[in-house]
Antibody, heavy 119, light 110 residues
């Protein structure tokens, strides 16, 4: 059974940092692109970033470029999102998602972890 | 303002057929495949349709997708109360080098 479990969310002050993790099981992690997608409270879905199977290619939405870094550790079956210089508008539930190729086909999702940026 | 445009709401009565549209452009839907997601209240999104018109295993054939030019549509036939959810279209955008979603459509079963 494919499982994705996010962790690391919480309350952080503006300008602060947070590192999200996504531990996966039930499939060969090293064979898949992976993505982060977020959803602000009461709002729609927003793609944040993705990373190639071996970590050699990464893409980001413009609003997080230079502040967020996506990475993965294939030995640990884990995906990460390092978030720096956090802003109020980054407040959202963050989902990790298994991704088919580099596109927008996310075939398995985690349950999400809430990040709240507030003073 | 989302890159892909969806109507904010749609509705129908049980048994009816409803269609949700998704309009994009030449750098996203025009050259890449469209995927649809269903998000039930309080849950994570679920892949409903991929590659324009393909259903993952377990998705009822009441759900169907199509694409023409820079637009796509999701059709739900034989509407059921459990279909009440938010529906999102998504595609890769070659100009942005990123994924893009529609703003979402809230489906109400009357």
């Amino acid at each position: 059974e494919v499982q994705l479990v996010e962790s690391g969310g919480g309350l952080v002050q503006p300008g602060g940092s947070l590192r999200l993790s996504c531990e996966v099981s039930g499939f060969t992690f090293s064979s898949y692109w992976m993505s982060w997608v977020r959803q602000a409270p009461g709002k729609g879905l927003e793609w944040v970033a993705n990373i190639k199977q071996d970590g050699s290619r990464k893409y980001y939405v413009d609003s997080v470029k230079g502040r967020f870094t996506i990475s993965k550790d294939n030995a640990k079956n884990s995906l990460y999102l390092q978030m720096n210089s956090l802003r109020a508008e980054d407040t959202a539930v963050y989902y990790c998602a298994r991704t088919v190729t580099t596109g927008a086909r996310f075939d398995y999702w985690g349950q999400g972890t809430l990040v709240t940026v507030s003073s | 303002q989302s890159v892909l445009t969806q109507p904010p709401s749609a509705s129908g009565t049980p048994g009816q057929r409803v269609t949700i549209s998704c309009s994009g452009g030449s750098s996203n839907i025009g050259i890449n495949t469209v995927n649809w997601y269903q998000q039930l209240p309080g849950t994570a999104p679920k892949l409903l349709i991929y590659s324009n018109d393909q259903r993952p295993s377990g998705v009822p054939d009441r759900f169907s997708g199509s694409k023409s030019g820079t637009s796509a549509s999701l059709a739900i036939g034989g509407l059921q109360s459990e279909d009440e959810a938010d529906y999102y279209c998504a595609a890769w955008d070659d100009s942005l080098n990123g994924g893009v979603f529609g703003g979402g459509t809230t489906l109400t079963v009357l």
